[in-house]
């Protein structure tokens, strides 16, 4: 996949792939207009919606009703090296959740490819080119 990123002024920035474009800004406080998310809560949302759409895929293939199903993601900042420390994920199901499967949530979460890709990341080359 490749990701486009335009620097669209002042503290905004937009990236462009398969048809979506997803803009980024920074807090009234950082100097930005607070018209998107930040790019590192972007990074954030994507570890919890990757964690959901695993659950919902879960729930979907045994015919449990996600309606009631809530993944609240929270995290421990260090500041002493300004990184996040640890993220917990919260999988809240309903009373009606079948016991048998709690277990198995847990594990479908764990199959999160943003989250796999934390625990055995990629690597990063950066070179600059010159625009044809």
């Known amino acids: 996949m490749e990701i486009t990123v335009k620097?669209?002024?002042?503290?905004?920035?937009?990236?462009?792939?398969?048809?979506?474009r997803v803009v980024?800004?920074?807090?009234?406080e950082d100097g930005g207009e607070a018209l998107g998310p930040a790019p590192f809560d972007l990074f954030?949302?994507?570890i919890a919606t990757c964690a959901g759409y695993f659950v919902q895929s879960f729930c979907q293939t045994r015919g449990i009703p996600t309606d009631d199903i809530l993944i609240v993601q929270s995290s421990e900042w260090d500041d002493?090296?300004?990184?996040?420390?640890?993220?917990?994920?919260?999988?809240?199901?309903?009373?009606s959740f079948p016991e048998k499967y709690r277990a198995s949530v847990i594990a479908a979460v764990n199959q999160c490819t943003v989250k796999k890709h934390l625990q055995q990341?990629?690597?990063i080359q950066v070179v600059t080119r010159n625009q044809v």
Do not use: M, W
């Not at 980024?24 to 009234?28: A, F, H, N, T």
């Not at 002493?80 to 009373?95: C, F, G, S, T, Y």
């Open 44 to 46: 954030l949302a994507s």
């Open 24 to 28: 980024s800004d920074q807090p009234k």
């Open 7 to 20: 620097l669209a002024g002042n503290k905004k920035v937009t990236a462009e792939f398969d048809g979506y």
């Open 121 to 123: 990341p990629p690597q």
């Open 80 to 95: 002493e090296v300004h990184l996040i420390r640890k993220i917990d994920l919260e999988v809240r199901l309903p009373a």
